[in-house]
């Protein structure tokens, strides 16, 4: 696999795999086999048994990638195991300085019910891809099986090779990937989320093509490229930080105030209200007998302003003043509420109430507006993941194309020599014009000017645009968000930042995102070489969301 710039990011490197044939093993030396592998009697036992069901003549792979010390060792014991060997077969190489577990996926060794499904492809013992980009494009990656055709006697066992070999087949590598990620700005946010739980998802949004695919904790691939030791396994699973878990495509969580320009767009485009439109922001909403608190008291405020801000009060009346259904009917068009369709295969639809979401929960007529207002600030009953974030961002960043994301652009076939590109997919949201420019005037300023809330996402030289947003989490501190695209006039990268646990987005979630921005951009980080970016005191105050 190469990354966007050509690099080789996967390769394969030879390893060593010791076979048993069942039929030529002499059960007596168990043990000593076993203490050379340092495998459990019982299982080395097993995994000899399991082949021998089916051809006791046939190797079986019984330990893979081992070390030369272990050969070593049996080759000085060879005549005192009798039916066993090694072949060399092929390992994944990972690079140093990058994980990518959650893209590129994890291999395991095919199980009996895949195998019974595979037909003539797989063979028992072969290793197949279980999540990611391993999974997804198996057949491309998994090349084609060699064979040597031998002469057997009527027990099965082998005689010698037929035709001298003339007929045999040399194996084919699998074919080559060209992916959208970019490998120095993957290792910088990962870098970045290395002390935190949390995602980075960073989008071309001129094509969909994913530059960066980050969830934390991860975990080590190396140890997961063919049959994974139970207690490594058992491990991963019980760790309360579910490093196997994709919080790029899975987690399911309110977006906060990220979400606020899906009301600012259906209240303009709807003639709701107009960019003139002002709400006078005392810090507080009352509806009713509840009363809806803003953080600051930002006084007489319009659309832009208020996405600039982060005024909840303007909001909790855009809420009401649009409607619940009308509002699930523009998140729906920017892809909230089902998949996004990455190939990556891992991902959660997230939830997007509706009037017949509330029915359904409370019953029909038991629930009132107050469920509702607390949805146009991006809380309450709404789920979403950082692909579906960061497929929005690009969207407000290209003004309506909603690209599928994708991270595989090209296919080089081994066999042919040919290159294939994939497909790109997209949607065209359309909107007045005035719509995306009074909303994307609100993310410039969020960032840019004073009292915006994304003050810490500026980039040198470049107008970075985003926006903030803080999760309420009723299990602990609060989880930062920040969206954003950049460059504000001719948008190249568009980016989510996810941090769970922490507090407020605008400290946690932007800077992280101004660095990406900046790796991608540059292609280094300058900012340490350029004057230093400093915020003011109205910038700190507003970062709180």
Not at 77 to 98: Q, T, W
Not at 330 to 348: S, V
Not at 520 to 531: S, V
Request: aromatic residues 10%.
């Amino acid at each position: 696999m190469y990354d966007r710039n050509g690099n080789l990011i996967v390769d394969n490197r030879p390893a060593y795999t010791v076979t048993v044939v069942p039929a030529e093993f002499d059960t007596t030396k168990l043990k000593l086999l076993s203490d050379i592998l340092a495998i459990d009697q019982q299982e080395l036992m097993n995994k000899i048994n399991r082949e021998a069901k089916y051809n006791k003549f046939a190797p079986a792979k019984v330990k893979r990638d081992v070390d030369f010390k272990t050969l070593s060792f049996i080759e000085e014991n060879h005549e005192e195991l009798p039916g066993v060997d090694y072949i060399v077969e092929s390992k994944r190489a990972y690079p140093p300085n990058i994980r990518g577990s959650h893209i590129f996926g994890y291999l395991r060794e095919i199980s009996d019910e895949q195998l019974a499904k595979a037909g003539d492809l797989y063979r028992r013992g072969d290793i197949i891809g279980a999540t990611g980009i391993e999974a997804q494009y198996e057949k491309y990656l998994r090349g084609e099986k060699g064979y040597n055709l031998i002469i057997v006697d009527s027990k099965g066992k082998m005689i010698g090779s037929y035709n001298d070999g003339k007929d045999d087949k040399a194996p084919l590598e699998g074919d080559d990937l060209e992916l959208t990620i970019d490998a120095k700005v993957q290792a910088l946010a990962e870098s970045l989320l290395s002390n935190f739980i949390g995602a980075v998802v960073a989008i071309d949004p001129r094509d969909g093509g994913i530059i960066a695919l980050v969830s934390k904790p991860d975990f080590n691939l190396d140890l997961l490229s063919g049959v994974t030791p139970v207690e490594l396994w058992k491990s991963l699973i019980e760790d309360k930080n579910k490093p196997l878990f994709n919080r790029a495509t899975l987690t399911n969580y309110p977006p906060g105030s990220t979400f606020k320009m899906i009301l600012a767009i259906a209240a303009l485009q709807e003639k709701f209200i107009d960019q003139n439109y002002r709400i006078n922001c005392t810090g507080a909403f009352r509806f009713g007998n509840k009363i809806f608190k803003d953080l600051h008291v930002h006084g007489s405020t319009n659309v832009i302003e208020a996405i600039q801000r982060s005024c909840n009060v303007f909001f909790y009346q855009m809420m009401l003043k649009v409607g619940l259904d009308k509002w699930s009917e523009y998140a729906g068009m920017f892809g909230f509420g089902k998949p996004t369709g990455i190939d990556i295969m891992e991902e959660n639809a997230g939830l997007l109430p509706s009037e017949t979401y509330y029915n359904r929960v409370y019953g029909e007529g038991k629930w009132t507006l107050g469920y509702t207002v607390s949805l146009g600030i991006g809380q309450g009953e709404l789920g979403v993941s950082p692909i579906q974030l960061a497929s929005y961002a690009m969207a407000l960043a290209n003004q309506g194309k909603l690209y599928k994301p994708h991270v595989v652009n090209k296919i080089k076939f081994k066999k042919s020599g040919e290159i294939k590109k994939l497909d790109v997919q997209y949607k065209q949201i359309e909107l007045h014009p005035e719509v995306w420019k009074f909303v994307r005037e609100g993310l410039y300023r969020a960032v840019n000017l004073p009292g915006g809330t994304g003050a810490a996402a500026r980039v040198p030289g470049v107008n970075v645009a985003g926006k903030t947003g803080t999760a309420q989490n009723p299990h602990g501190k609060d989880h930062a968000w920040f969206i954003g695209f950049a460059p504000y006039e001719d948008p190249k990268i568009a980016i989510c930042v996810l941090v769970e646990n922490v507090g407020f987005g605008g400290v946690y979630a932007a800077p992280i995102a101004g660095l990406c921005i900046e790796q991608y951009l540059y292609g280094e980080i300058i900012r340490n070489k350029q004057p230093k970016i400093t915020l003011t005191k109205t910038d700190l105050e507003h970062t709180n969301d």
